[in-house]
């Protein structure tokens, strides 16, 4: 094995001294999904219904459209560090790991940006006829 | 394999004897897999129905929510896949809900002692299904009509 030289660690003999700051992340974005996902589930629950213009005018609050954007930064950001753990875990081939990472990068950052802005443009501009 | 290794392997679920707190593991992983797929795209599609206005939400009511009494073959189909897709989200939300809660107290140390860690585990799964069966009943109740 290894004797701690730096070649070493570069073989994968030794830690890439990273693993902290990715588990911290991922309790961190799992409390944010704890209280965010909560006050969507309570949010749904009180709903008077469901038609597309109370939901519209509802979306288009401060008081939703804030914590509806950060909960949607706090879940795909960790649903992109658990699936790369799941890919890291299954995908052992190292062509198929880097591609299943970029497919995995482009999927949370596009979802949540495209998610963000749906939020955002009904807040800013109001709700569409 | 892209590259031959020596290092030991962890084995895989077929070699461990079932537990709850090896159960709990692995659900653990596919609930969060169904969240981040299934339920996620299901949540985007929902916002932007919403954000498109009345005719694009109609397009989500009627393929997701219900299509009615004369909705044709491929849109009811639809309607008991996306039933089918709600529940297993739901269940799937609660499940790791409820697991990373159980992560959260193990995260501080406790909980590792054997009968403590099985009884939590099987605590974790009783009160997901529990909360999913409140959901389904409130869902049926108010937004189907059943």
């Known amino acids: 094995m290894g004797s701690g030289t730096n070649i070493g660690k570069v073989r994968g003999l030794g830690s890439a001294k990273h693993g902290g700051s990715h588990w911290i992340s991922q309790r961190t974005t799992a ?13 749904l629950l009180l709903m008077p219904n469901f038609d597309q213009a109370t939901l519209a005018l509802w979306l288009a609050k401060p008081s939703v459209a804030v914590p509806m954007i950060l909960m949607l930064v706090s879940i795909f950001w960790h649903a992109r560090l658990g699936l790369q753990v799941l890919i ?17 990068n482009f999927y949370v950052v596009g979802g949540a940006v495209f998610g963000i802005f749906t939020v955002a443009k009904l807040a800013f501009t109001g709700a569409a006829a | 394999m892209g590259h031959k290794t020596t290092r030991p392997l962890s084995p895989h679920l ?6 709850p707190q090896m159960a709990i593991s692995i659900m653990h992983r596919a609930t969060g897999f169904i969240l981040a797929t299934a339920g996620m795209l299901t949540l ?6 919403i954000g498109g206005g009345a005719s694009s939400y109609a397009v989500f009511q009627k393929y997701v929510v219900s299509a009615g009494d004369d909705g044709s073959g491929f849109e009811l189909a639809c309607n008991w896949f996306f039933r089918l897709v709600a529940l297993t989200v739901t269940f799937s939300f609660f ?3 409820f697991s990373g809660l159980r992560h959260f107290v193990l995260d501080m140390g406790a909980g590792y002692e054997l009968k403590t860690n099985r009884t939590w585990a099987l605590a974790a799964f009783v009160a997901a299904i529990f909360a999913t069966a409140l959901v389904a009943l409130v869902v049926a109740s108010r937004v189907i009509g059943v």
Do not use: P
């Open chain 1, 31 to 43: 409390v944010g999904n704890l209280l965010l996902t909560t006050w969507l589930v309570a949010s």
């Open chain 1, 88 to 104: 890291e875990d299954y995908v052992h081939d190292d062509a198929l790991k880097f591609g299943a990472m970029t497919l995995l």
């Open chain 2, 14 to 19: 077929q070699i461990y004897r079932w537990s």
């Open chain 2, 44 to 49: 985007l599609w929902w916002l932007s129905a």
């Open chain 2, 95 to 97: 499940q790791h809900l």
